[in-house]
């Protein structure tokens, strides 16, 4: 991973030349912008990983939609790009029907097993034991997936499953070829991955030799565990072989997921959450989902401020941000949880009203206290290594999608027979109220664990409309920094004018509540601007990038596409046509 702004800044603008055009066509678009995004006139991929965003473009050229290509990306992610790519974790999809104007949410996020308890990650003394939650078969949710791209193709697709997984069927057979990326991941959780023989057998060469750019992997339990799927359908992941396969590997993990657990998984069908910012409607993913309440919350907020005046990444612009995070995170850690289990605010934290009694407490020269803040008064009611990418057809149809195990590959257990590894999102409950996860996000009884219960997430797959019509699809991987990430790709687009390759260039800040400081990208604020924010009574903290974003912007004056790949982690890629 790229950890400073500088490094990458020369990168940005070798990446992102534009789609051939005529020579006349590209000499005007490029004297418009500083860095210059992808683009394409009829259909666009975008996702962390390049040959991956190849198999979705040419499903698009073969006459798929987006909701296919989605599928067929998806799926050759998990062979792909393994630390995040997934069959064994789950997610959330919003789709754009052009023919209907409506956007939908798919939910396969994990859900817990059975036998899980509120208490289950204690120890004897009532402390919260994190190796429990993150690195044994206790960790392991119920896998989401396989259901939720049957769910997106029978509901917005045009191919089979069948259809869709050929591709990522091949790369396995086959083999990939090693990058410099997915070897250092491998050297980097060799502790992790060898502490399972069925792991290490996959990630390391029969010697526990390291898999170096340019070698060929091949994982045969993989490709027979999708050719099951194709075969069969979810039925061929969630039942049979490959469900006790499973089943087997959590409980010698000590876990106790069953057959019947896998069996009973739903994926489900959603209305995303809404609201407006400065004439763009932003649809979002809800809850067991976070993030797209809070990024509306969040932007009600700003709205009420005059950020292009006071310019992109200008102190006074920082501190109303974090300001306005640090009220969400709060009620964050409050409200949000399964809401089939919990009744969630959404209305009240995603209103207007709400934001100006927000905006009351905010002081523009002073920061306030973490300590302070509480959730507000209202009505009774994650991983870095998600990976995000978004697509948009020739008929603008749209798909963003985030989707994850967790840490970077998960639990690192791979259940034998199957190829399939396995997440640890059991983490992302509240394994104690008050007690903070891996993300440093402190929940409380709405997410609290119980059997069945959907944890909450962060991932926050997002598409703006204007005029009823996609403007900007996109979303980000980056654990609790997920939603600010997501955020500032909106806010700089439509706030400050910039196009998506410069609105994801741009310097990232976060703040979460606690810890009680706004982390900032190094090399991405000047010395000048993080004194004036001290000042204001922040504390700053300078630390490596943050996210991976994956976006798409509709230009419908130009009649255009244009995507960017975020280059702050290597591999990722942009194509069209």
């Known amino acids: ?81 393994p630390r995040a790519g997934n069959l064994g974790g789950g997610g959330f999809m919003i789709v754009h029907d052009a023919a209907s104007g409506e956007t939908k949410a798919i939910d396969y996020r994990e859900m817990a097993p059975s036998s899980a308890t509120r208490d289950m990650y204690l120890d004897a003394e009532g402390n919260a034991d994190s190796n429990l939650s993150r690195f044994h078969g206790l960790a392991v949710g119920v896998p989401g997936t396989v259901a939720g791209m049957q769910l997106a193709l029978e509901t917005y ?44 057998a996959v990630f390391y060469k029969p010697d526990g030799g390291f898999y170096e750019p340019g070698d060929v992997i091949r994982q045969p339990d993989l490709a027979a565990t999708l050719k099951k799927i194709a075969a069969e359908g979810p039925d061929g ?66 709205e009420g401020y005059p950020l292009d005046y006071l310019g992109h990444n200008s102190s006074d612009t920082i501190h109303l941000m974090a300001e306005a ?124 664990v119980e059997a069945g219960k959907r944890p909450l997430s962060s991932m926050s797959p997002t598409i703006v409309l204007k005029d009823g019509k996609p403007f900007l699809v996109t979303g980000s991987p980056g654990g609790s920094r997920i939603i600010t990430t997501t955020l500032q790709v909106i806010s700089n687009m439509i706030d400050h004018s910039m196009n998506v390759a410069e609105a994801t260039s741009a310097a990232r800040i976060h703040h979460q509540w606690l810890p009680d400081e706004i982390r900032a990208e190094q090399g991405g604020l000047s010395r000048d601007t993080v004194a004036a924010l001290e000042t204001k009574g922040h504390k700053v903290a300078v630390k490596s990038v943050m996210g991976s974003t994956q976006s798409i912007h509709v230009d419908a004056e130009k009649g255009l596409l244009l995507g960017y790949s975020d280059p702050r982690r290597p591999g990722a890629a942009t194509v069209g046509y």
């Open 1 to 81: 991973m790229i950890r400073s702004l500088a490094a990458f800044a020369s990168a940005a603008l070798i990446a992102l030349s534009p789609m051939s055009l005529t020579a006349q066509e590209a000499a005007i678009y490029s004297s418009m912008d500083a860095v210059h995004p992808v683009w394409a006139r009829d259909a666009m991929v975008s996702v962390q990983e390049a040959v991956a965003a190849e198999i979705g473009l040419q499903i698009l050229k073969d006459g798929g939609n987006a909701v296919d290509a989605g599928v067929a990306v998806a799926l050759a992610l998990a062979v792909t790009l």
């Open 157 to 200: 697709g045009t191919m089979t499953l069948a259809e869709a997984a050929a591709p990522a069927i091949k790369l396995a057979g086959d083999g990939i070829t090693v990058t410099a990326d997915l070897a250092d991941s491998l050297k980097g959780l060799e502790k992790r991955l060898k502490k399972w023989p069925s792991s290490a």
């Open 237 to 302: 992941f969630y039942k049979g072989e490959v469900a006790e396969n499973i089943a087997a590997a959590v409980q010698q993990a000590g876990g106790a997921m069953t057959m019947e657990d896998l069996a009973g998984y739903r994926a489900v069908l959603r209305e995303p959450v809404t609201g407006s910012y400065r004439g763009h409607e932003i649809v979002s993913m809800p809850p067991p989902s976070s993030g797209g309440t809070h990024i509306i919350q969040i932007l009600n907020v700003l």
């Open 325 to 448: 995070m640090k009220r969400a995170y709060a009620d964050r850690s409050e409200y949000l949880g399964d809401p089939d289990f919990v009744d969630v605010p959404v209305a009240a934290l995603t209103s207007k009203d709400y934001a100006a009694e927000i905006r009351e407490g905010i002081s523009l020269n002073r920061a306030t206290p973490s300590s302070t803040i509480k959730p507000g008064k209202l009505a009774p009611y994650e991983s870095n290594e998600t990976t995000h990418f978004s697509i948009v057809d020739k008929d603008g149809n749209a798909v963003s999608n985030t989707y994850t195990i967790n840490f970077s590959y998960g639990s690192g257990l791979v259940a034998a027979g199957t190829g399939v590894l396995l997440n640890n999102e059991m983490d992302d409950f509240s394994a104690k109220p008050g007690v903070p996860n891996a993300y440093g996000l402190i929940g409380g009884d709405a997410n609290a």
